[in-house]
C-alpha cells in the first residue's frame, strides 16, 4: 500500500513540475513576437479557412490555458493571452485548437471516440469515489459489498481510459497544428521552435495526467482487493 502512495506522491509532483514549466515555456516565447504581426484570432481564422472550415466560430474565454475546442456549439475558445497576442505562444495555441476543428471536420477517429465517452465519463466522475466507499463501508457487513465497490472502481476506470484516448487526440492536434504553421511559412524557424517547444510541454500535462488516474485506479483496484482479505 505505501508504495502505492509514494507512486501517487512521485506523480503529483511530477504534475506540479510539468504545470510549471509550462507556465514558464509560455511566458516566455509569448515574447517572440511574430514577424507577420498576426495575432492567435487572426491564425485561428486563416487554418480554419485553409481546411475549408466554415461553420466554426473564434471566440474569446477568461482566463490563462483556459483554451479549448467546443465540437458542440462549433467554437475555437482562445484565452485572454491568446486572442489578441502576437506571439509564438499565441500561434501555438490557436494552431492547436483548430486543430481539434479539422479533427471534428474530417472525423478523426480518436476524437469520435473521445467525443462517445464524454456523457459516461461525466457521470462516473461524479459517483466513482462515493460507490467505492460506500461499497467498502457495506463490505463490512454485507456480503455484495465488496462488488459495490469493484463497480465504483470500473465507472473510476473509464476517467483513466478517457484520459489515456485524449493522449493522441491531444498529441495529433499538434501535430496538424505544426505542419500547418510550418507549411504554410507562417512563422519563422525561430517561432516555430518556440510553438514546438510550446506544444511539447503542454502534451505533457495529459500524460503526467493519465499516468496520476491510472496510479489512483491501481490504488483503489488494490485497497478494495486487499479489503476481501482482511
Given amino acids: 500500500m505505501g508504495s502505492y502512495l509514494v507512486l501517487i506522491i512521485v506523480i503529483a509532483a511530477a504534475s506540479w513540475w510539468v504545470g510549471n514549466t509550462l507556465k514558464k515555456k509560455f511566458k516566455h516565447y509569448s515574447k ?10 487572426e491564425i485561428a481564422k486563416q487554418m480554419l479557412s485553409d481546411h475549408g472550415i466554415r461553420d ?24 485572454e493571452g491568446v486572442y489578441m497576442q502576437q506571439n509564438a505562444s499565441a500561434a501555438a495555441v490557436a494552431a492547436h485548437e483548430c486543430g481539434h476543428a479539422v479533427q471534428h471536420a474530417t472525423g478523426y477517429e480518436w476524437l469520435q471516440l473521445r467525443s462517445t465517452l464524454v456523457p459516461m465519463v461525466s457521470v462516473a466522475s461524479n459517483f466513482s469515489m462515493y460507490i467505492i466507499f460506500g461499497g467498502l463501508i457495506a463490505s463490512q457487513t454485507l456480503a455484495f459489498g465488496q462488488t459495490i465497490a469493484l463497480i465504483g472502481v470500473g465507472l473510476f476506470g473509464l476517467g ?57 485506479l491501481m490504488y483503489l483496484l488494490f485497497r478494495v482487493m486487499g479489503n476481501s482479505r482482511d
Avoid: C
Wanted: hydrophobic share 40%.
Fill in 32 to 41: 517572440i513576437t511574430l514577424r507577420n504581426g498576426l495575432t492567435g484570432k
Fill in 56 to 79: 466554426v466560430k473564434v471566440v474569446s474565454t477568461p482566463g490563462m490555458l483556459t483554451d479549448h475546442y467546443d465540437p458542440r456549439s462549433k467554437t475555437v475558445n482562445l484565452s
Fill in 160 to 216: 483513466t481510459l478517457f484520459s489515456f484516448i485524449t493522449l493522441p487526440v491531444e498529441y495529433d492536434a499538434s501535430n496538424r497544428a505544426l505542419d500547418w504553421l510550418k507549411r504554410k511559412n507562417m512563422v519563422s524557424q525561430q517561432e516555430l521552435e518556440g510553438a514546438t517547444d510550446a506544444l511539447k510541454w503542454a502534451a505533457r500535462t495529459y500524460v503526467v495526467a493519465a499516468l496520476a488516474s491510472l496510479a489512483t
